[in-house]
């Protein structure tokens, strides 16, 4: 298995552009998640998805889209990108059973985003 | 949202110390993670740990739920235990699976 695939691993971007960074995972799992991290703070969650064709938005989700076509694939797009959106991103899966341990989260690599 | 502090935030060591990292967290919790995140950004999973004791290797942890806290325990450190160590929650509320993390205790092993 690969796990979880990001690309791309870095990306420059001037303010007002828009892109979408890709995530793929190959464990069959329902739930994918996006999160953003920001020097000197945690992770916080963006978007998520708990299966194909849902989504709901997470702590901080305003400049983002998401969808979830099919079970592999979650991608994140920039509608129109600011200095703010400046930030690592990662995509993350995992199985949806609450209560089981299956809720154990696989991190992808990471896409490193610069907005100028 | 769950509030989620961790401490210390930065910790150095001598190989071969041990340590004891705390998470304390503002609510009930039915997920509760702990992850590495080395120096080149990697975010490995170390525990799944609602409640209860585990023990993998040289790490350990510990979580009571009814006082709201985690332990994260390494024991005979080493130069590769360096990067950040995150403890993460969820919640059935806001959603086992989404994840508020701490801000991290930033561990830094010397030879």
């Known amino acids: 298995n690969a796990g979880v695939t990001q690309t791309p691993k870095f990306q420059v971007l001037k303010t007002g552009q828009s892109m979408t960074l890709q995530c793929a995972q190959d464990?069959?799992?329902?739930?994918m998640s996006w999160y953003r991290q920001d020097p000197g703070m945690g992770l916080r969650l963006i978007h998520y998805s708990v299966g194909a064709g849902i989504t709901d938005q997470g702590e901080v989700p305003n400049g983002y889209n998401v969808s979830r076509s099919t079970t592999e694939d979650f991608p994140l797009r920039l509608l129109s990108a600011a200095p703010s959106q400046t930030s690592v991103y990662f995509c993350?899966?995992?199985?949806?059973?609450?209560?089981?341990?299956?809720?154990?989260?696989?991190f992808g690599p990471g896409t490193r985003l610069l907005v100028l | 949202g769950i509030q989620v502090e961790q401490s210390p935030p930065d910790l150095i060591l001598q190989e071969g110390a041990n340590s004891t990292l705390r998470c304390n967290f503002s609510d009930s919790v039915n997920n509760l993670q702990w992850f590495h995140q080395n120096p080149w950004g990697q975010l490995i999973n170390l525990f799944y740990i609602p409640s209860g004791t585990k023990q993998n290797g040289r790490l350990s942890a510990t979580t009571v739920a009814t006082e709201r806290y985690s332990l994260l325990y390494i024991s005979s450190s080493q130069t590769t235990d360096s990067g950040v160590y995150f403890c993460?929650?969820?919640?059935?509320?806001?959603?086992?699976?989404?994840?508020?993390f701490g801000t991290g205790t930033r561990l830094t092993v010397i030879p």
């Open positions: 993460a929650v969820g919640s059935s509320q806001t959603g086992a699976n989404n994840l508020f």
């Open positions: 464990m069959n799992h329902e739930y």
């Open positions: 993350a899966s995992s199985y949806s059973q609450s209560g089981t341990g299956l809720e154990t989260q696989y």
